[in-house]
Nanobody, 124 residues
Framework: QLQLVESGGGLVQPGGSLRLSCAVSGLSLDYYAISWFRQAPGKEREGVSCISSRSSHSTTNYADSVKGRFTISRDNAENTVSLQMNSLKPEDTAIYYC???????????????WGQGTQVTVSS
């Protein structure tokens, strides 16, 4: 069965960096896109980044708010997807979720499975 487990969240100062990891099992990355979403208190869940399946050429997408600062990547040998977050800002504070979608890179309603989430807090 599809299962996703996030790790790597924590507290970091503005301008700092964190690397989030999403370990996936029960699915083939040949066919599933993996996305990162985030949700802050009182706000809707927001798409952050996505990497398409290998059959879709592993293309990447980023929200305008994180372009140039975040990088999504996949480690095929370890079956993980990572989100490298640099130059972090207080407004990046949220719970970050990874998700899998057979449909491809899309909005939250098209995701087939969600991880449990990991807290990222950017504060002095």
């Amino acid at each position: 069965q599809l299962q996703l487990v996030e790790s790597g969240g924590g507290l970091v100062q503005p301008g700092g960096s964190l690397r989030l990891s999403c370990a996936v099992s029960g699915l083939s990355l040949d066919y599933y896109a993996i996305s990162w979403f985030r949700q802050a208190p009182g706000k809707e869940r927001e798409g952050v980044s996505c990497i398409s399946s290998r059959s879709s050429h592993s293309t990447t997408n980023y929200a305008d708010s994180v372009k140039g600062r975040f990088t999504i990547s996949r480690d095929n040998a370890e079956n993980t997807v990572s989100l490298q977050m640099n130059s972090l800002k207080p407004e990046d504070t949220a719970i970050y979720y990874c998700s899998a979608a057979l449909f491809g890179c899309s909005d939250a309603g098209r995701q087939d499975r969600w991880g449990q989430g990991t807290q990222v807090t950017v504060s002095s």
